[in-house]
């Protein structure tokens, strides 16, 4: 089982309008969670980072929320552009291990329609 | 924009083929990783580098192999292309360890086999 699940699995908003993608997490012991977002035939580019103290974090358009003690993370859009239009995942690390290991979702795929 | 390349960006080919898929970084990263990724599925790592001549197994099971000889380059290599290594594989860096620093990626090659 994925310790990481997103949800929705896709979702298809109107330009302009706002929404807010979900990751709830098992992955322990917890590190940092990361909202990637990836194009269509391209790799993922970071949005935001958090740590375990962090419960909010803003790039642009795009606020992260993290609530360690539910495990569950949450990716708000406000006024989408079809730029904004890709896969948006969600990765959270550990730190019980050397590698500090990775744990990836599979992605909420936004279509923004003019 | 991150300063990591992949080529080729696509690349088909017959079964029992030997390819080697180009991986380089101007950031001056150490750690470097190879991603094998399906669509709508999430990232699973595959390889991974600490730095020249070191480099590792991911957690899922790959015939591929890989090099590292030089900080900068990263090539996987596989000696007989089955239709089974039909994806998109990614490559990426950092500067430090992953659960602590961001993954920079690459645009990705997507491989199909015939």
């Known amino acids: 089982k994925n310790q990481v699940e997103q949800s929705p699995q896709s979702l298809i908003i109107l330009e302009g309008k706002n929404c807010t993608l979900q990751?709830?997490?098992?992955?322990?012991?917890?590190?940092?969670l990361r909202w990637y977002k990836q194009d269509t035939g391209r790799g993922p580019v970071s949005l935001t980072i958090m740590t375990f103290s962090e419960n909010t974090k803003s790039n642009g358009r795009y606020t992260a929320t993290l609530d360690a003690d539910t495990k569950q993370s949450s990716l708000h859009i406000t006024a989408s552009q079809l730029s904004d239009s890709a896969s948006y995942i969600c990765v959270v690390s550990d730190r019980g291990s050397t590698l500090g290991r990775l744990y990836f979702g599979r992605g909420t795929q936004l279509t923004v329609w003019p | 924009e991150a300063d990591i390349y992949q080529t080729p960006r696509y690349l088909v080919i017959g079964t029992g083929k030997k390819i080697t898929l180009e991986c380089s970084q101007t950031m001056g990263h150490d750690k470097m990783y190879w991603y094998q990724q399906d669509p709508g599925m999430e990232l699973h790592l595959i390889h991974y580098s600490y730095g020249v001549n070191s480099t590792e197994k991911g957690d899922l099971s790959s015939e591929s192999t890989v090099s590292r000889i030089r900080t900068e380059h990263f090539p996987l290599t596989l000696e007989s292309a089955r239709p089974s290594h039909t994806s998109q594989y990614l490559c990426a860096s950092s500067r430090t360890q992953p659960h602590t620093d961001t993954q920079y990626f690459g645009p990705g090659t997507r491989l199909t086999v015939l």
């Open positions: 990751c709830n997490y098992t992955v322990s012991p917890f590190s940092n």
